[in-house]
């Protein structure tokens, strides 16, 4: 029930195009999903996060859309650019329990000049 | 302003040795989570510590394995008698404040690559 799975694997998207990264979760008492960004050799860093009281989220370029019911949460990647080409995780915990969080498994993101 | 540091970056041990890995977190955050990410997988929570405590250390191998957080000092990942299977990456988090507080994020470091040979 900890579960987050994430699709697709790999995405391979040219410049300019719409990057879009799918994350189902399991356990209804998540409250808190982030998306995290990782180069090759790096620490993940924070993308944006949104709660379950919101439908959407927008950071510039960067769209999280959450649906509650079908206990799925999705990242836009509007205007794709090669410097965006990184692997993505989603991740859900819930909060009262100390932020431990469960990551997907990862889409490695090309996107071609 | 400094993020979370750990060190040291790349380590190597034959099988048997000991690791240890060093984190410091931001600079006034009093909570430390420990990942560990194996090869072309996701990062799988293993303890989470506060100051000279261990909150929560369900993903943390019951052998070999120990995770300190001292009052003064870094917070260590300490790995017995490694093996060949514990060559991963391990990364450090930190955050400001604990449980039940809104904006609670996780910041990572850079992490520590432990090769077994």
């Not at chain 1, 987050?4 to 994350?23: D, F, H, T």
């Not at chain 1, 989220?57 to 965006?84: C, V, Y």
Request: glycine share 10%.
């Amino acid at each position: 029930q900890q579960q987050v799975k994430q699709s697709p694997q790999s995405l391979i998207v040219q410049k300019g195009g719409i990057s879009i990264i799918n994350c189902a979760y399991e356990n209804t008492a998540f409250d808190y999903f982030p998306w995290y960004q990782q180069f090759p050799g790096k620490g993940p860093a924070l993308l944006i996060a949104i709660r379950p009281d919101v439908s959407e989220k927008k950071e510039g370029r960067f769209t999280i859309s959450f649906n509650k019911s079908a206990k799925q949460f999705s990242l836009h990647i509007m205007d794709s650019q090669p410097g965006d080409s990184a692997t993505y995780f989603c991740a859900a915990s819930k909060e009262t329990s100390g932020s431990r969080l469960t990551f997907g498994e990862g889409t490695q993101l090309t996107v071609n000049p | 302003n400094a993020g979370v540091m750990q060190n040291p970056r790349h380590l190597v041990r034959r099988r048997g040795q000991e690791a240890r890995l060093r984190c410091s977190p931001m600079k006034g955050h009093s909570h430390v989570y420990w990942y560990r990410q194996l090869p072309e997988e996701g990062l799988k929570f293993m303890v989470y510590l506060q100051k000279e405590n261990i909150i929560d250390e369900s993903g943390m191998p019951k052998e070999r394995f120990s995770a300190e957080f001292p009052k003064e000092g870094p917070s260590i990942l300490r790995i017995q008698q490694v093996v060949r299977g514990d060559s991963a990456a391990y990364f450090c988090a930190s955050s400001p404040w604990g449980p039940g507080l809104s904006g609670n994020t996780i910041y990572f470091g850079e992490g520590s690559w432990l090769t077994v040979v």
